[in-house]
Structures are given as structure tokens and as C-alpha cells.
């Protein structure tokens, strides 16, 4: 868990950073995150809320509607603006914190009723430094965020493992993807960190398939692409099975590429190497792999090469599975920094669709695998 000790450590980042700001421009600015509303799933149904992320990650608050304000000039530098308890809210849906709540239970200075909030009162000038400034933050994770984040990788391969037991040919993909969020909800995650993809056969090839709903054939491959989300924050993980439980020979040709590419880019995930570096590695050893399995001809032709890799080797992760305050194309690795490693190849015409991702976290003397305890 997070403590009230870090949230405020957080806070106390963000208002010196205000005040530099506002002394550079002679201006009293101030910033201001909304948690975020509900949203309508059907008639008067709602999605489960979920708090935009860098509020969360200022305030620990969960609750809809809400807004932090920050403002290093006033007596209360940390005001909530938060939803009133309401008799009729705790018969039908539950419990609130409301103004005490916020005050006891979250440290605000200042707690008011979010109808009493008046956007045009507040200075929000720098809100895009003010952000950029938090993700900044939210990029380096701390002890505790990186257990969170070991817990929820440990639930992600846990699901894993469970869902790849039940594959056969003859199920559906949406069998399987109920068996991940079984077990994510099972094992105390929230649920899924981002919609799972399950994906057979020549759906494979499609990078973000959700459908889930075709049967599973034999000679097919199953891409798994699922994570869990555990107080707030995400793993992400991608295995490849074979229907049968083993893979023909052009299967196994372009799993063997991947994964060499996976293994040598995480060779090069340690502190003062860049993104852009690791995204080199694998680049170069896809384009070899497929020129010499006969895909491409020439391996210097990046529209070749697109052809059957057309996306990153990774991604930040955090709150949110694709994170915030990290530039793949100019960021250097930091100790804190947590990211995925995800190469791929995709044949569509042959149904061969091979993605291999972990979650790696960079430490001060190279890196650490949150996921390594699932096979390959």
C-alpha cells in the first residue's frame, strides 16, 4: 500500500514546483485535477469508476467528481473539493468519505462540496508543465509502487498459467479470456489492467483484438495478451500456445526470432541506455530473423520490415498500463523506471501471430524481470 506519508511527499513535489513557477513569473498560480465522472454503460447504468490516474497519484482519493486544488500561496495549499454525504447515496451505493473524510482520512487543509467549486477562481495557466511535472514523478516509482506492481504481475501470471491449462481445440477464445478474469478477481486484483486480448489463429495478427468470440481450431496459435490491475496499478504480460500444445516448424522459426529479440533487448535495458537503443536491438534482429526465414528481402527496408513488425518494443508502466512521463524516442533508462519489452512478428497469411512480453524494472545495477516467473 501506498502510505499517507508518500501521497504527501507527492504533494509537497508538486506545490515546490508551483512556487518556483509562480516566483519565476511574478504570477500566484496555482493547479488543479479533476478525479474524474462516471460514466454511462446503459440508461441510468454506470461503468465502474475508476480515478484518472495523476489525481489518484496526488491524493490517494477514489471518488468521482472530486478536484485537488494546489496552492503554495494560500493556508490551505492542498484543498479537496469533494461529493457531500448523502443518505439516499449510502442506501443505494455505499459508503462516502465527504468533508471529514477527506480532512481525516486524506490530509486535505481544506475540504468543500464540489458544487461549491468555481473553476474561474483558480490560476491553471501551467497545468501542462504542472502535468508533464507529475508524470515526471509517476515515471520513477518508489519501493512501495514497485511491490504493488510485483503483486500484480504475480496475479497476471498466476491467470496466465490457469488460462493456458484450458486451451484446446474446440473452445472458445472467451472461455479462455473468463478463466484470466477469474482468476485476477480470485486473487484480489481489481481486475484487468486493459480489455485481454485472446486471440487464435489469424486473429493473432491483430494487435489489439478484443472480440474474443471465435472458436479456437486445431493448428492454431493463441496469443495471450492480458494483465491485472492491482490498487491502481497495471502488469502486462503477452504469452504464445499452440492449440495442440506444440508448434509446427514455421511456428516455432518465428517464436525462436522473437525471443532472441526479447532476450538481447533486455540486455540492454540497464541505466544510461535509451529506449530508442533497446527499440534498435529488436529491430535489427526481427528484420534478420525474417530475411532469413524468407519473408523479407532486404532487412534494411524498414517498409519491409513494417510489414511484419509494425509497432514498438515497449512501453512505461504504472497506473496506467501504457504510463505516463517516459519518451520512447529520447528517454534514458532510470533506476525506478518500469517498463515492458515486446517484440513481435505477424504472418498474417500464414496465421502466425508471436508476441513476448515481461515487465522489466530498471534498478540501479541493471534490471529485474516482475514477471519472470512465467514460462516462455
Known amino acids: 500500500m501506498i502510505s499517507k506519508v508518500e501521497f504527501k511527499e507527492r504533494r509537497k513535489k508538486v506545490l515546490n514546483f508551483l512556487e518556483e513557477l509562480s516566483k519565476k513569473d511574478g504570477k500566484n498560480y496555482q493547479f488543479f485535477v479533476r478525479s474524474g465522472s462516471r460514466k454511462i454503460f446503459s440508461n441510468d447504468v454506470n461503468y465502474p469508476f475508476r480515478a484518472s490516474s495523476d489525481f489518484y497519484y496526488l491524493t490517494g482519493f477514489k471518488e468521482a467528481n472530486a478536484i485537488a486544488v494546489f496552492d503554495p500561496s494560500s493556508q490551505h495549499p492542498f484543498t479537496l473539493f469533494v461529493e457531500a454525504v448523502d443518505p439516499h447515496h449510502t442506501v443505494w451505493e455505499g459508503h462516502r468519505e465527504g468533508l471529514e473524510g477527506a480532512i481525516e482520512n486524506f490530509d486535505a487543509d481544506k475540504a468543500f462540496d464540489t458544487d461549491e467549486f468555481k473553476e474561474e477562481k483558480f490560476c491553471n495557466a501551467k497545468e501542462k508543465e504542472l502535468t508533464n511535472f507529475v508524470h515526471s514523478l509517476r515515471s520513477i516509482k518508489s519501493d512501495a509502487e514497485i511491490a504493488l506492481m510485483q503483486k500484480s504481475a504475480d496475479i497476471a501470471v498466476q491467470a496466465h498459467r490457469m ?180 517484440p513481435g512478428i505477424y504472418i498474417k497469411e500464414k496465421k502466425i501471430g508471436i508476441r513476448i512480453e515481461d515487465d522489466i524494472l530498471i534498478t540501479a545495477t541493471g534490471n529485474r524481470n516482475l514477471t519472470e516467473a512465467l514460462a516462455k
Open 163 to 342: 488460462a493456458k491449462e484450458i486451451i484446446t481445440p474446440g473452445i472458445y477464445e472467451y472461455e479462455v479470456e473468463a478463466k484470466l478474469n477469474q482468476v485476477f478477481r480470485s486473487q484480489g486484483a481489481s481486475g484487468w489492467a486493459y480489455p485481454s486480448i485472446v486471440a487464435a489463429g489469424e486473429n493473432s495478427c491483430i494487435l489489439h483484438y478484443i472480440s474474443n468470440n471465435e472458436k479456437i481450431q486445431k493448428g492454431d496459435l493463441i496469443l495471450i495478451d492480458a494483465g491485472a490491475e492491482y490498487e491502481m496499478y497495471a502488469s502486462d504480460i503477452t504469452r504464445v500456445h499452440a492449440a495442440t500444445g506444440e508448434f509446427t516448424k514455421d511456428q516455432k522459426d518465428v517464436y525462436d526470432v522473437v525471443l532472441e529479440a526479447q532476450l538481447k533487448a533486455m540486455e540492454t535495458i540497464k541505466v544510461g541506455n535509451s529506449f530508442q537503443e533497446t527499440n534498435d536491438v529488436v529491430t535489427i534482429i526481427i528484420a534478420e530473423g525474417l530475411q532469413n526465414l524468407g519473408y523479407i528481402k532486404d532487412k534494411n527496408d524498414p517498409n519491409q520490415i513494417k510489414k511484419y513488425y509494425m509497432h514498438s518494443a515497449g512501453h512505461s508502466l504504472g497506473l496506467d498500463v501504457h504510463d505516463a512521463g517516459v519518451d520512447r524516442k529520447t528517454s534514458k533508462y532510470v533506476p525506478g523506471m518500469v517498463t515492458t519489452i515486446e
